[in-house]
């Protein structure tokens, strides 16, 4: 009974998170209303913005880890070597920190940016898997909450037709800006190619490179070429 009049009176779990995430959508939805009066070309060149903007913040962080791990190899004392080792691994850790405070700012922008690159591509021909297939998706509100609940690393659960190959490119194009590669797994291989190349339209025009693993041979420059 007192868990009952709590969940009346605080809501759900559920509607508490959605709560918590709706000023982020809200804000997408101010930039979404800016970048649809922007030209194509003013709206691919928001990923090289974005990485300019993380370049800026992080530049001298990842310079220094990497100056230290040329002169580590360089160093023969093996107390040295341990104590720079330490240093790298605090170096990497604030590197990281910074990246994501970045990326959080920038989430906002960035799911707005795919969500108008998405609109402008409608009923534009993609081919996948040998089929032309119309592009006729842009990410309802909902959609922009899963993918705002995937970039804080948290699980989303959704049923079969509500859009997670799209809810994933948003996601999946943030973590690409600072230009370390984004990975989506999946158990299913045709999945992994259709995929691939259906979503691949949106990050292609946004600027960004799509690989496929199972469409590489193992240990191969093109495999090594889309890990990365």
Same mark, same amino acid.
């Given at each position: &009974?007192?868990?009952? +009049? /709590?969940?009346? @009176?605080?809501?759900?779990?559920?509607?508490?998170?959605?709560?918590?995430?709706?000023?982020?959508?809200?804000?997408?939805?101010?930039?979404?209303?800016?970048?649809?009066?922007?030209?194509?070309?003013?709206?691919?060149?928001?990923? $090289?913005?974005?990485?300019?903007?993380?370049? %800026?913040?992080?530049?001298?962080?990842?310079? =220094?880890? *990497? =100056?230290?791990?040329?002169?580590?190899?360089?160093?023969?004392?093996?107390?040295?070597?341990?104590?720079? !080792?330490?240093?790298?691994?605090?170096? %990497?850790?604030?590197?990281?920190?910074?990246?994501? !405070?970045?990326?959080?700012? +920038?989430? #906002? $922008?960035?799911?707005?940016?795919?969500?108008? @690159?998405?609109?402008?591509?409608?009923?534009?021909?993609?081919?996948?898997?040998?089929?032309? +297939?119309?592009?006729?998706? /842009?990410?309802?509100?909902?959609?922009?909450?899963?993918?705002?609940?995937?970039?804080?690393?948290?699980? !989303? =659960?959704? !049923?079969?037709? =509500?859009?997670?190959?799209? /809810? *994933?490119? +948003?996601?999946?194009?943030?973590?690409?800006?600072?230009?370390?590669?984004?990975?989506? /797994?999946?158990?299913?291989?045709?999945?992994?190619?259709?995929?691939? $190349?259906? &979503?691949?339209? @949106?990050?292609?025009?946004?600027?960004?490179?799509?690989?496929?693993?199972?469409?590489?041979? #193992?240990?191969?420059? $093109?495999?090594?070429?889309?890990?990365?």
């Amino acid at each position: &009974m007192i868990k009952q +009049l /709590v969940t009346n @009176v605080l809501g759900s779990k559920f509607e508490r998170d959605v709560r918590n995430i709706q000023p982020i959508v809200d804000e997408i939805l101010h930039h979404e209303t800016v970048l649809k009066d922007v030209s194509e070309e003013q709206l691919q060149a928001q990923t $090289e913005k974005f990485r300019s903007l993380i370049r %800026e913040k992080t530049q001298a962080l990842a310079d =220094e880890i *990497a =100056e230290l791990k040329e002169t580590k190899k360089r160093t023969e004392e093996s107390s040295e070597r341990e104590r720079m !080792a330490l240093n790298i691994g605090q170096l %990497e850790k604030e590197l990281q920190e910074t990246t994501q !405070a970045l990326l959080d700012e +920038l989430l #906002p $922008e960035a799911y707005a940016t795919v969500r108008e @690159v998405c609109r402008r591509l409608l009923g534009r021909e993609v081919l996948v898997r040998g089929h032309e +297939l119309q592009w006729d998706m /842009v990410p309802y509100d909902v959609q922009l909450i899963g993918g705002i609940v995937l970039h804080q690393g948290k699980i !989303a =659960e959704m !049923a079969t037709g =509500e859009g997670k190959t799209l /809810v *994933a490119t +948003l996601p999946l194009y943030l973590n690409a800006l600072p230009g370390r590669g984004a990975h989506l /797994v999946t158990v299913n291989d045709y999945l992994a190619r259709r995929d691939s $190349e259906w &979503m691949g339209l @949106v990050f292609e025009y946004l600027g960004l490179t799509v690989g496929c693993i199972d469409e590489t041979e #193992p240990s191969s420059a $093109e495999r090594r070429a889309a890990y990365e």
